[in-house]
């Protein structure tokens, strides 16, 4: 009897904690996502959880872009002139870089497949694992630098990881536009996860310190700092620390998330427990600086926003710049009709505009039809744009109607 309790022991003081982290986009106009990446890095870094048990994604172009004002630094919030602000870029781990930030390696992580050119997952049955993704999203899908990680892609991961008693518990923070349709209706209760998202299925998240308010000790970042939902949760860990409840975060976020509706997924019955049983089991030492309002944006709108701050903040004697800056903005908003036309377009010729307007039906079944639709519009059309990502939702309208092959064929000559 002695010896099995002292097995019992020995397994419970083995127990660890192991986090991935994802930023599924690129480019400075994206600042937003690698930035909340860092600071989620360095939460469960001061929380306790050693580099050998985190896992980082980023395409890391932003610190050392020529866009970036303050070369080989990220800021996740603005400060007032006289402040010089966190740079979450120093000591940021980096495990999948550049062209390895791909749905399949993501999967190879999660999933503890080690022909991934990189760290996986080498978590126990007694283990807790924490996964922060942050991106842009549609519905049924998230984004990643090239290419596109559907819902049931995902859920199948989550699902591998559970058969391979990969976990004791695993708790899932996802940041996209339409991020609660990854979910809903998909992700099993009985699978000892719990899932929070930045909204429900049917609307956008958003970008939050924009322009004017994206400022960093008097100096214009010219990008979002961060994401409301991601930024909401990250600086209540910061304050509260590791000894507060899933469930009490997740109250705080709902609440101070305004713009959208946060969801929670999954297994409920224990989000009594610390969030510090997944991001670390150490006291807080991270920096706080006090909560404030600020410039909240649409994702789906942040590309223009940017382009518009761009042009009223430019030198106006500077007739040359300002030129361009304007057909950038111009061309911001011809691209954006140019999306709303295509759809529109395609909805009228396989079913009707209703297809255009109407709300996607979110349901657990695999939708190869959209699948392979997302592959042309990747193909035939160039991919989806933060814009037109909002449009997956008129994919799967069209595919309850008709078929892959009339679809794409149409897809392909309105390209």
């Known amino acids: 009897?002695?010896?099995?309790?002292?097995?019992?022991?020995?397994?419970?003081?083995?127990?660890?904690?192991?986090?991935?982290?994802?930023?599924?986009?690129?480019?400075?106009?994206?600042?937003?996502?690698?930035a909340d990446a860092c600071h989620a890095y360095h939460v469960v870094s001061k929380f306790g959880i050693p580099d050998s048990r985190i896992i980082v994604f980023m395409y890391d172009d932003i610190a050392?872009?020529?866009?970036?004002?303050?070369?080989?630094?990220?800021?996740?919030?603005?400060?007032?002139?006289?402040?010089?602000?966190?740079?979450?870029?120093?000591?940021?781990k980096k495990d999948y870089t550049g062209a390895q930030v791909t749905p399949a390696n993501f999967v190879k992580v999660l999933t503890g497949d080690t022909s991934a050119p990189g760290p996986v997952l080498k978590s126990k049955s007694g283990d807790n694992v924490f996964v922060n993704f942050v991106d842009h999203g549609g519905t049924n899908l998230i984004a990643f630098p090239s290419g596109t990680m559907s819902s049931t892609m995902l859920n199948n991961a989550l699902k591998?990881?559970?058969?391979?008693?990969?976990?004791?518990?695993?708790?899932?923070?996802?940041?996209?536009?339409?991020?609660?349709?990854m979910f809903e209706g998909k992700l099993p209760t009985d699978m000892n996860i719990y899932a929070t998202t930045a909204?429900?299925?049917?609307?956008?998240?958003?970008?939050?310190?924009?322009?004017?308010?994206?400022?960093?000790?008097g100096v214009e970042l010219k990008s979002c700092l961060g994401?409301?939902?991601?930024?909401?949760?990250?600086?209540?860990?910061d304050k509260i620390g590791p000894n507060e409840t899933l469930k009490e975060?997740?109250?705080?976020?709902?609440?101070?998330?305004?713009?959208?509706?946060v969801m929670a997924y999954g297994d409920l019955s224990w989000n009594s427990d610390q969030i510090g049983e997944f991001m670390g089991d150490t006291s807080n030492t991270v920096k706080d600086t006090p909560k404030r309002e600020s410039v909240n944006v649409d994702s789906r709108d942040i590309p223009v926003h940017l382009a518009y701050y761009n042009y009223i903040r430019a030198d106006k004697s500077d007739f040359e710049g300002r030129r361009a800056l304007r057909q950038s903005l111009i061309q911001e908003i011809n691209d954006r009709e140019n999306s709303d036309m295509l759809f529109m377009k395609l909805?009228?010729?396989?079913?009707?505009?209703?297809?255009f307007f109407n709300p996607a039906t979110t349901t657990s079944e695999e939708c190869l039809c959209c699948d392979?639709?997302?592959?042309?519009?990747?193909?035939?059309?160039?991919?989806?744009?933060?814009?037109?990502?909002?449009?997956?939702?008129?994919?799967?309208?069209?595919?309850?109607v008709s078929s892959s092959t009339a679809i794409i064929k149409k897809l392909t000559e309105l390209c």
């Open 249 to 261: 975060q997740f109250d705080i976020v709902v609440k101070t998330t305004s713009k959208s509706h």
């Open 372 to 400: 392979k639709v997302h592959q042309a519009m990747a193909d035939s059309c160039g991919g989806y744009t933060d814009y037109s990502l909002q449009y997956s939702r008129v994919v799967v309208n069209l595919c309850e």
């Open 199 to 217: 909204s429900n299925a049917k609307e956008s998240s958003w970008g939050t310190y924009c322009p004017p308010d994206d400022k960093v000790n």
């Open 160 to 181: 591998t990881m559970h058969s391979k008693n990969m976990y004791s518990k695993l708790v899932f923070y996802l940041e996209a536009c339409e991020s609660g349709s």
């Open 1 to 34: 009897m002695k010896f099995f309790l002292f097995l019992s022991c020995l397994a419970t003081a083995y127990a660890a904690e192991w986090a991935v982290i994802v930023a599924g986009s690129k480019s400075y106009g994206n600042y937003r996502h690698q």
């Open 227 to 237: 994401d409301l939902y991601s930024v909401n949760w990250m600086e209540n860990a």
């Open 347 to 355: 909805a009228k010729s396989i079913g009707g505009e209703s297809l």
């Open 64 to 92: 050392n872009s020529k866009s970036n004002p303050y070369p080989g630094k990220m800021f996740n919030k603005p400060t007032a002139q006289g402040v010089p602000g966190i740079d979450v870029y120093e000591g940021c």
